[in-house]
């Protein structure tokens, strides 16, 4: 019978760990991240975000 890997043994599986590391970056657990804005902010486009605006991020579309 074998014998399961110790946590040191996967510790040193470095590519392992960057295959999961890969995966997490392309599918990522959470979709969306949410910000409040703390004072007014003006966008590149002239665009102004009032204080305690709630802002969302799709994370899927800042990893493409």
Do not use: C, M, W
Not at 3 to 31: C, D, F, G, M
Not at 49 to 62: A, G, K, N, R
């Amino acid at each position: 019978p074998s014998i399961p890997p110790t946590y040191e043994e996967l510790q040193k599986l470095s590519y392992l760990q960057n295959v999961v590391r890969e995966s997490l970056r392309l599918h990522a657990p959470v979709s969306l991240v949410g910000r409040q804005s703390k004072q007014d902010f003006t966008l590149p486009s002239g665009r102004i975000l009032p204080e305690d605006t709630l802002v969302l991020v799709s994370v899927s579309s800042i990893h493409s």
